[in-house]
Structures are given as structure tokens and as C-alpha cells.
């Protein structure tokens, strides 16, 4: 079970962020260098996606790996169909992974509502955006953001109509995204779907 952490402290890379993708078997760690996917079963690494940046949050979502870097870059790789975990061959089209805009400061935190289709982002830079990110056929772009946040944004977790943020400020700050729910006690609201 743990052969994979093993893998990981060989590698000599400090973690900053970790995920874990059951469906597949596979831990993803970013870390200064980059991503790399580590077989839960195997302990084997299982590929790797190069960062000059650093990479500061993981997530894997919609046959996707998302990296966020620590410069506020934020990267889609294209992950290969199937149940084990592999990145796609590059895009032949010469188009990037990044998605832009980036953010100012580096990507703390991601997350994806269960329904899929979407993906959010936190940077330091104290700016949430949401993401129509989860389909090949065309380039991500954003949907929304949210910005004016006083201090650096440390994590995110969302289901299918709540998006909520905390920040260094230990404020922790609830979006609902359903019309048709009752308010949340800041009179938040907005929209997912």
C-alpha cells in the first residue's frame, strides 16, 4: 500500500500537493519539478508532466490532469482513455495547455463539482476562477471569477452547487450556486449550472 510514498521520498522532490485518483489507482504529487503519478498498487511511477514553475495543486478530473503552478499558471494534460493512469500523446495542433488568464500569484488550491464539466481555481493572488475546462474539443476559458479577497486563498472544496473558500485570514467563505436553494447566511448567490 505505501510502496508508492516510498517511490515518492526516493525522488528527493518536496511534495506540495497531493491527489489521489481511485478509479485509477494512482497518487499524483506536485512538486517543485513538476506532477508525477505513482501506481498506489505497483509503487512505480507512472509518468510525469515537467514544470519550470513548480507545480503548488494537483487535481485529476474529466479524463484530465490539472496542475497549478506556483507562478499562477494553471495546466491541462490530457490524460489517455482507459482505466490506467497515462498522459495522452501531446496535441498535434501546436495549441498550449495552459489555461489563461493565469493568476497573478501562485495556484493554492483546485477543485471540480461531482457532476464534472468544471473546474475551480484559488491563487495566492486572492482570485477564485471557475473553469469550463473538462472538454478536448475546444480551448478552456473562464466562466467566472472572483476576486478582492484581502488575503492569500488556502484551499477550495465544492459538490455540485457550493463553492467554499478559506484564506489566511481564517475567513471561510460559502458561494451557493443554486437559485432555487435557499440563500446561505451572506445572501450569496450565483450560478453552476
Given at each position: 500500500?505505501?510502496?508508492?510514498?516510498?517511490?515518492?521520498?526516493?525522488?528527493?522532490?518536496?511534495?506540495?500537493?497531493?491527489?489521489?485518483?481511485?478509479?485509477?489507482?494512482?497518487?499524483?504529487?506536485?512538486?517543485?519539478?513538476?506532477?508525477?503519478?505513482y501506481?498506489?498498487?505497483?509503487?512505480?511511477t507512472?509518468?510525469?508532466?515537467?514544470?519550470?514553475?513548480?507545480?503548488?495543486?494537483?487535481?485529476?478530473?474529466?479524463?484530465?490532469?490539472?496542475?497549478?503552478?506556483?507562478?499562477?499558471?494553471?495546466?491541462?494534460?490530457?490524460?489517455?482513455?482507459?482505466?490506467?493512469?497515462?498522459?495522452?500523446?501531446?496535441?498535434?495542433?501546436?495549441?498550449?495547455?495552459?489555461?489563461?488568464?493565469?493568476?497573478?500569484?501562485?495556484?493554492?488550491?483546485?477543485?471540480?463539482?461531482?457532476?464534472?464539466?468544471?473546474?475551480?481555481?484559488?491563487?495566492?493572488?486572492?482570485?477564485?476562477?471557475?473553469?469550463?475546462?473538462?472538454?478536448?474539443?475546444?480551448?478552456?476559458?473562464?466562466l467566472?471569477?472572483?476576486?478582492?479577497?484581502?488575503?492569500?486563498?488556502?484551499?477550495?472544496?465544492?459538490?455540485?452547487?457550493?463553492?467554499?473558500?478559506?484564506?489566511?485570514?481564517?475567513?471561510?467563505?460559502?458561494?451557493?450556486?443554486?437559485?432555487?436553494?435557499?440563500?446561505?447566511?451572506?445572501?450569496?448567490?450565483?450560478?453552476?449550472?
Open positions: 500500500g505505501d510502496a508508492w510514498v516510498e517511490a515518492w521520498r526516493r525522488s528527493g522532490a518536496p511534495a506540495l500537493s497531493v491527489v489521489l485518483d481511485e478509479r485509477r489507482s494512482t497518487a499524483v504529487v506536485g512538486t517543485a519539478a513538476g506532477a508525477t503519478a501506481s498506489l498498487l505497483a509503487g512505480e507512472l509518468g510525469a508532466v515537467e514544470s519550470a514553475a513548480g507545480v503548488r495543486s494537483v487535481l485529476v478530473a474529466d479524463g484530465f490532469l490539472f496542475a497549478g503552478g506556483a507562478d499562477g499558471s494553471l495546466a491541462r494534460h490530457r490524460l489517455a482513455p482507459g482505466p490506467d493512469f497515462a498522459l495522452a500523446a501531446d496535441k498535434r495542433d501546436g495549441s498550449s495547455n495552459l489555461m489563461l488568464p493565469p493568476h497573478a500569484d501562485g495556484v493554492v488550491a483546485l477543485c471540480a463539482p461531482p457532476q464534472g464539466g468544471l473546474v475551480c481555481s484559488a491563487g495566492r493572488d486572492g482570485t477564485i476562477r471557475i473553469w469550463d475546462a473538462c472538454d478536448d474539443d475546444r480551448e478552456p476559458r473562464a467566472y471569477g472572483f476576486g478582492g479577497y484581502k488575503v492569500w486563498l488556502g484551499s477550495l472544496a465544492c459538490d455540485e452547487d457550493t463553492l467554499i473558500s478559506d484564506g489566511s485570514d481564517n475567513a471561510i467563505i460559502r458561494h451557493v450556486f443554486d437559485r432555487d436553494k435557499e440563500r446561505g447566511p451572506r445572501g450569496e448567490d450565483g450560478g453552476f449550472s
